[in-house]
């Protein structure tokens, strides 16, 4: 751990030391609110802010090691903007250098709450509220898949700006994705709700499972574990719904990696439990007939080659710059889709250049390594980011999606710490 400032003693000042945790109750627990607002995209900026001055009052700022490599990541990318040619793009670049440094203050703050005031129970129980969210609009998705909010942030924005595409699905939310593509018999309803794209469902909801599974352990009475596991079967409508083959390859790969690790403690009963969900998550898949209908989706929409044809295209365009990458995903030369939007790997080595691609595979595996020695209760702090590493090649991270890593990996290492300070076995290196 490096402090920023000399330590002091604990005696002095403790309860002015305690930071405040309304502001991470209301980022997730509140999010339907933002979200009807037009303002969730722009929530955890929002919310950063107080949390910024909660740690200025306080004086004493913790981070763990091999934090300066993110914070160098975040100077690449704002010294990559230098390569940007068009106003559009620099609103881009802004957007995405906001949620960066969202991630990065909530980090942050979570790593230097003390247990006392934010337990892990607690703050993964907002994540947990955050998840019912997701699922309650993956099923308006499903039950209502024409549907859209007028949000005040769209009435009151001027035209020129709500009228920008991207804008425009951030501000106007609409509760699905319907598309045709050509030769499909009928279209495909993705549920999306409360995200602007199913992608960004399916990526939100496999981070977010985890932590539900963490809370019933940890946290939740009998009563509460029954109902959040019946909700966990009921997710699985909206879930299958979008035909999210990236979401169900994420899901599928947490489940085997956490059985791994309670095989190699020797746990059973949690193996036989993974064992379990993931032949139950099967079976449902199989008798809904999830896999036809993802073969029949890629069948008419080609995505798995158009996938492979623009992560080439985007290595290849990196060659041209290697150093600085575009400072944004730029149209494809091929295809009608941008170079650096199919996966958070592309998009920031296409973006940003080698160096910061580096740079952030590097923080990114430190937080899955440096993890890895929690106790067996708290193993899903570990998953988390492990799937981020793993999921960052075909899905973005750069939203709330990065918000819960980041959330998830501060509450291990702070465990951690706090171990070590015990001189626990399972924090010793």
Not at 27 to 34: G, R, S, T
């Amino acid at each position: 751990m490096a402090t920023v400032t000399p330590h002091r003693p604990r005696s002095a000042g403790r309860a002015a030391r305690e930071l405040p945790v309304w502001p991470l109750r209301a980022l997730f627990v509140f999010y339907p609110l933002w979200w009807v607002l037009g303002l969730a995209p722009f929530a955890g900026a929002l919310f950063a802010l107080p949390m910024v001055a909660a740690l200025a009052r306080r004086g004493r700022v913790a981070v763990p090691r091999g934090f300066g490599l993110w914070l160098l990541f975040l100077l690449s990318v704002a010294v990559a903007g230098t390569q940007l040619d068009s106003a559009p793009r620099l609103a881009g670049l802004l957007f995405r250098m906001t949620a960066y440094a969202s991630a990065t203050v909530v980090f942050v703050y979570v790593y230097n709450c003390s247990s006392r005031r934010l337990p892990v129970g607690t703050a993964v129980g907002f994540l947990v509220a955050f998840w019912i969210w997701v699922v309650a609009g993956g099923y308006l998705g499903v039950l209502f898949p024409e549907g859209s909010i007028v949000t005040p942030m769209e009435r009151v924005m001027p035209g020129a700006i709500a009228s920008n595409e991207l804008v425009q699905e951030l501000v106007h939310p609409k509760f699905a994705e319907v598309q045709h593509p050509w030769g499909a018999a009928e279209p495909f309803v993705r549920p999306s709700a409360p995200f602007p794209y199913t992608n960004a469902w399916g990526s939100h909801y496999a981070l977010l499972l985890p932590l539900v599974l963490l809370f019933m352990r940890i946290q939740g009475t009998i009563r509460q574990g029954v109902l959040l596991g019946l909700l966990a079967t009921a997710s699985l409508v909206p879930a299958f719904a979008t035909l999210n083959r990236g979401m169900l390859l994420a899901v599928a790969f947490a489940l085997s990696y956490a059985a791994l690790r309670y095989a190699a403690r020797g746990h059973l009963a949690g193996l036989v439990a993974m064992v379990a969900a993931g032949a139950v998550g099967g079976t449902v898949a199989y008798l809904t007939g999830v896999a036809d209908g993802i073969t029949s989706r890629t069948s008419v929409s080609g995505s798995n080659d158009d996938r492979v044809g623009i992560y080439l295209e985007a290595f290849q365009r990196t060659l041209d710059s290697p150093i600085l990458g575009y400072g944004a995903p730029r149209p494809s030369l091929t295809i009608g889709v941008s170079v650096g939007t199919q996966g958070q790997f592309w998009n920031v080595m296409f973006s940003y250049g080698f160096p910061a691609l580096l740079l952030f595979s590097l923080f990114l595996a430190g937080l899955a390594w440096r993890t890895r020695r929690l106790p067996l209760e708290m193993v899903w702090l570990h998953v988390v980011p492990v799937m981020a590493v793993f999921m960052m090649f075909y899905y973005g991270l750069d939203g709330t999606q990065l918000v819960v890593v980041f959330m998830a990996a501060a509450l291990g290492l702070r465990h951690l710490r706090e171990l070590r300070h015990q001189g626990a076995p399972e924090a010793r290196p």
